[in-house]
């Protein structure tokens, strides 16, 4: 078996994700010489009160473990996640039956967008607030709706499958690259390649 195509997806997503990461770091100041803990605003950017103690726990990882050390865990843990939800939803493994990466296509086939995201209103993942979907999706914007509904699948599957999908902390929400969605992110290179 010729493997180099997925060999080369590999290495172009794990750069791909680790740019990601830094990204959302410096949106959220998880840096070196940043706002210090507690901070109300980043960059001029307020942020909620969950968001500052997200913050903070990534600042006393990044310290116990190093930022690099930081932005590589992230980096793999939503590298893993993304493929495991990409596998199981191409053989309907997922709970909710309803796929997270792809959505059906005119001509019966699958093609990149979320399925799930279509169907928000519908959709059942386990944790998942309904009234927070329905604001999202009033709001017309696929991209924040996508990024709960996925955070949402990955907690239900941790829940279910513990020893293959370990929880992710909450603060590590923070650091889900944003833009995977695209047509040549991660996901929809994953998906097109």
């Known amino acids: 078996m010729n493997d180099t195509a997925i060999k080369n997806y590999c290495i172009w997503a794990r750069n791909e994700l680790i740019a990601g ?111 927070r979907v329905a604001e999202l999706k009033q709001a017309g914007e696929d991209g924040p709706l996508f990024r709960y509904l996925f955070l949402a699948q990955c907690a239900e599957l941790s829940g279910c499958l513990p020893g293959v999908f370990q929880p992710v902390d909450a603060c590590m929400a923070l650091l889900l690259p944003a833009n995977l969605m695209d047509a040549d992110g991660v996901i929809g290179r994953m998906v097109g390649d």
Not at 45 to 63: H, I, N, Q, V
Not at 72 to 101: C, G, K, Q
Not at 106 to 125: K, T
């Open 21 to 131: 990461v830094e990204a959302r770091m410096r949106l959220y100041g998880v840096a070196e010489g940043a706002e210090p803990a507690g901070a109300a605003a980043v960059g001029g950017r307020a942020l909620s009160p969950e968001e500052t103690g997200w913050r903070d726990a990534l600042l006393r990882a990044a310290a116990e473990e190093g930022f690099e050390h930081l932005r590589d865990r992230a980096a793999y843990t939503w590298f893993n996640r993304i493929a495991a939800v990409r596998y199981m939803e191409v053989h309907d493994f997922l709970p909710s039956r309803v796929r997270m990466f792809t959505r059906p296509a005119a001509d019966g086939s699958w093609e990149l967008g979320s399925q799930a995201a279509d169907e928000a209103l519908d959709v059942e993942i386990e944790g998942a607030d309904p009234v």
